[in-house]
Nanobody
């Protein structure tokens, strides 16, 4: 199983980016898995950003990104997106997607609730 993130880059404050997470090799239909986005800033702990529940029923966001970021999925393409608008310097981090391969009904926000991780894509917000 594999997750590959893409779409990171350097953007000015107030700008936008759309991150993608491509999944491959999972034994069940992609729609059966809840997906999370996390980020890891230099010198900080990895933190939850957003999640989308299996079968597309329900999303969850960290307070720090609510109203600015949107998570969505295209199950036909095994893709999950993170649309990031109104970016701030404090959004600078490595962004990682993660899958709950146990297909649990919950939509988790804690790291231990996800067991397959991508390598991350770097997002830098700076003027």
């Amino acid at each position: 199983v594999q997750l590959v993130e893409s779409g990171g880059g350097l953007v000015h404050p107030g700008g936008s980016l759309r991150l993608s997470c491509t999944a491959s090799g999972f034994p069940y239909e992609f729609e059966d898995y809840s997906i999370g986005w996390f980020r890891r800033a230099p010198g900080k702990e990895r933190e939850f950003v957003a999640g989308i529940r299996r079968n597309g029923v329900g999303t969850l966001y960290a307070d720090s990104v609510k109203g600015r970021f949107t998570i969505s999925r295209d199950d036909a393409k095994d893709l999950v997106y993170l649309q990031m608008n109104s970016l701030k310097p404090e959004d600078t981090a490595d962004y990682l997607c993660a899958v709950d391969s146990q297909r649990s009904d919950r939509l988790g926000w804690r790291m231990w609730e996800y067991d397959v991780w991508g390598q991350g894509t770097q997002v830098s917000v700076s003027s």
